[in-house]
């Protein structure tokens, strides 16, 4: 299996679908000549051609707008925001059509479409493009909200995106771009959407996280495993919204305990949804008080700063440490 | 019925200062000499701290910067005709003009090295911050103005710069409607460079110009050369007049041109051809104006020498007092979330420093 990048792995499975499927389109601002800004639609234009891979104006509600009317006039469009950190500017389109077309028309007009937007901090951005606001997004019925967390799943949650029925916020962790490479099946490889993925199982304790948090709890996991001759039950939430309960309230089930890692802020992440369902099939089953690692409610600082205040290893160590000790 | 005309338009384009430094007299505005070297001092100073940001970024001493790089007629002129009081919104491409408003050289060095200590104007508090969510900004203007004209602050407007590719946004659509509206003092300078990152002009809009909009939403428009300190000074100073005498808005827009990258993370050899660059380094601002003084026989290149090293030494000056910065208090980003104070805000303060201080011992 050929070992690729995120960026890379994306942009196989772009390459796939459009060739695969026809109606698939890819627009956004600077995605086709200059191959977007992270060089993820590298290559489409030139292969697919401009009707099909669309540098657009400078208008992130006219893309999405417009991509709204693209899905339900029969194509699948794939809407890059440059940015996730401009892509606020998509919600009154998202929130009052994209998101109800399938309700208010009974299910007679639907929005097959997929926005994609890096995400995250940590690599010394500008203001406005470090940010983690997933619960914006998922907080939107109807929207469903997805985070890969490396070259291979990100390739396969992409192309399930781009097939899905429904508009999905993909949202991808920029800081892991091209932080490192996976093997990626040339073949296609498709995950289900509304699914989280058990990436290693275990007894002891249950670890939660997604998207570029991913990584250091993977290497905190590891580290506390040895030291400790601890089981660990890690889970990669994969899907924000709809959240997949079964698979975490049955590993609290078995674990007893649970640490959540969250790059966005504290105030109704993603954590304090996966805490209330918890709460509300497995609170019989803790024997700790389940902890979250997240940032903290201000804006996001900086590049200066930044590192002081994302989720760092210590605090997600001393976390994992206080609940197995609790 | 036959069909009648309801309208004839046109829009005007001005130039008063061509490439070659030849004058229209006729046009010339009057400025004092010394309103002259203050302008061409900021546009060459701009120029010159473009430059060593650029050289800093590259050796990693702070982060991404957007360059202003060959636009220092558009930003600087339109800013001359201003009085302290009037507000000024800027985006992010306008290097010079903040300093004339009096921000200190080393905030910019803060900025883009990383710390809000730098993203405010401390000298003068109607300058708004760097606004980098595209167009944004235009309303904030209109905003702005229509607050000082309801408080009875007959002489006060205000000034908003915005891009080509902003032009698209629609908030700039909403921005120019509200203030024809509301016929609001406001002067919008559309600094058109042709280039938004990768997209050029012609695709952003198929229309002529970006200038003649102004007649859609019923204002004032006009086209000017951007690169033309004259031209630019003129139709702006214009623009405050009309403002200040309660004769609303109008859009003004500046020709000029990104000679750099978008930004330094930016590599524009992927999408345009060097050629077009080298025709307009033909026409940059800072040639025609220094020929304009030394015409004027008020600038000669002893003049030059000694402004080139007093720019040198501020902005080493400021080099120096970004790199030898007092530590700034890890805390601060909770400083100015809200204007009141919350326990849950200071018990994540708290909960930060204690976080940190153990990372800093375990490190």
Redesign the interface.
């Known amino acids: 299996m050929p070992k690729m990048t995120m960026v890379q792995a994306i942009n196989l499975a772009l390459h796939q679908e459009m060739k695969k499927d026809p109606t698939v389109v890819v627009l956004g601002?600077?995605v086709?000549?200059?191959?977007g800004?992270f060089r993820v639609t590298d290559g489409l234009q030139k292969e697919y051609g401009a009707d099909r891979v669309m540098?657009t104006?400078?208008?992130?509600?006219?893309i999405i707008g417009s991509s709204i009317g693209m899905a339900m006039g029969g194509l699948k469009p794939v809407a890059e925001m440059q940015f996730s950190?401009?892509a606020y500017?998509i919600l009154p389109q998202l929130e009052a059509n994209g998101a109800r077309m399938r309700t208010r028309s009974r299910g007679q007009h639907t929005v097959p479409l997929v926005v994609r937007m890096p995400y995250g901090g940590g690599v010394?951005?500008?203001?406005?493009?470090s940010e983690s606001k997933e619960s914006y997004w998922a907080h939107t019925p109807g929207v469903k909200t997805v985070i890969p967390s490396g070259p291979r799943n990100a390739r396969a949650l992409l192309l399930a995106a781009i097939r899905d029925p429904d508009p999905v916020i993909f949202m991808e962790p920029k800081h892991s771009y091209r932080a490192f490479k996976e093997e990626v099946p040339e073949e296609e490889e498709v995950l289900p959407i509304g699914k989280a993925q058990i990436v290693e199982e275990g007894n002891d304790i249950t670890v939660i996280s997604w998207g570029s948090m991913m990584r250091q709890t993977i290497k905190v996991v590891d580290q506390i495993k040895e030291e400790r001759n601890t089981s660990v039950e890690l889970i990669d939430l994969m899907t924000i919204a709809p959240m997949d309960y079964k698979t975490i309230t049955e590993s609290v089930k078995k674990t007893g305990r649970c640490v959540i890692v969250q790059e966005a802020h504290?105030?109704l992440g993603p954590a304090s949804e996966i805490i209330a369902l918890i709460n509300d099939h497995a609170l019989m089953y803790l024997e700790a008080p389940v902890k979250r690692v997240t940032m903290?409610?201000?804006?996001m600082?900086?590049?200066?700063?930044?590192n002081?205040?994302l989720p760092?290893q210590?605090?997600i160590r001393?976390a994992i440490e206080e609940t197995l000790d609790f | 019925m036959p069909k009648k005309k309801i309208g004839t338009f046109s829009v005007e384009y001005l130039q008063i200062l061509d490439e070659n430094g030849n004058v229209d007299k006729k046009l010339e505005p009057k400025l004092s000499d010394k309103d002259l070297l203050k302008l061409y001092e900021y546009m060459f100073m701009s120029r010159e701290y473009d430059h060593r940001m650029l050289k800093l970024q590259r050796q990693g001493r702070i982060?991404?910067i957007p360059l202003s790089i060959g636009q220092e007629a558009a930003f600087c002129s339109a800013t001359l005709p201003m009085k302290d009081d009037d507000w000024w919104v800027g985006s992010y491409r306008e290097l010079g003009a903040r300093l004339m408003r009096g921000e200190p050289l080393v905030n910019t060095l803060l900025?883009?090295?990383?710390?809000?200590e730098g993203?405010f104007n401390p000298n003068n508090d109607r300058t708004l911050p760097?606004a980098?969510?595209?167009g944004s900004q235009l309303l904030h203007a209109v905003g702005l103005s229509y607050a000082s004209r309801l408080k009875g602050e007959k002489d006060t407007a205000s000034i908003c710069f915005f891009g080509d590719?902003?032009s698209?946004?629609?908030d700039v659509h909403e921005a120019l409607n509200f203030a024809s509206v509301w016929n609001t003092p406001t002067v919008f300078v559309c600094q058109n460079n042709q280039w938004?990152?990768?997209?050029p002009r012609g695709?952003?809009?198929k229309a002529e110009s970006i200038a003649q909009r102004a007649i859609g939403y019923g204002m004032k428009g006009i086209q000017v050369d951007g690169n033309d300190p004259l031209a630019v000074y003129s139709a702006t100073k214009e623009a405050f007049d009309r403002a200040r005498k309660g004769e609303g808005p109008t859009l003004i827009e500046a020709v000029t041109y990104r000679m750099m990258m978008h930004?330094t993370?930016?590599d524009p050899t992927?999408?345009r051809d060097d050629s077009e660059v080298k025709e307009w380094e033909a026409k940059d601002p800072l040639i025609r104006m220094k020929k304009y003084l030394e015409d004027k026989g008020i600038w000669n290149e002893e003049k030059q020498e000694e402004l080139a090293k007093d720019v040198k030494s501020r902005i080493e000056a400021a080099v120096k007092e970004f790199e030898s910065r007092e530590e700034?208090k890890?805390d601060?980003?909770?400083d100015y979330?809200y204007g009141t104070t919350h326990e849950?805000?200071e018990e994540?303060?708290e909960?930060?420093l204690e976080?940190?201080r153990?990372?800093t011992e375990?490190?």
Do not use: C, W
């Open positions: 601002e600077d086709g000549v200059n191959g800004v540098d104006p400078l208008a992130e509600s006219g950190g401009f500017l010394r951005a500008l203001e406005h493009h504290q105030t903290y409610d201000i804006q600082p900086l590049f200066g700063r930044e002081m205040y760092s210590g605090k001393r | 982060g991404t900025y883009y090295g990383g710390y809000e993203s760097i980098v969510v595209l590719g902003a698209s946004e629609g938004a990152i990768s997209t695709i952003q809009t930004t993370a930016d992927k999408y700034f890890p601060a980003p909770f979330v849950i805000i994540q303060r909960r930060f976080d940190l153990k990372d375990n490190a």
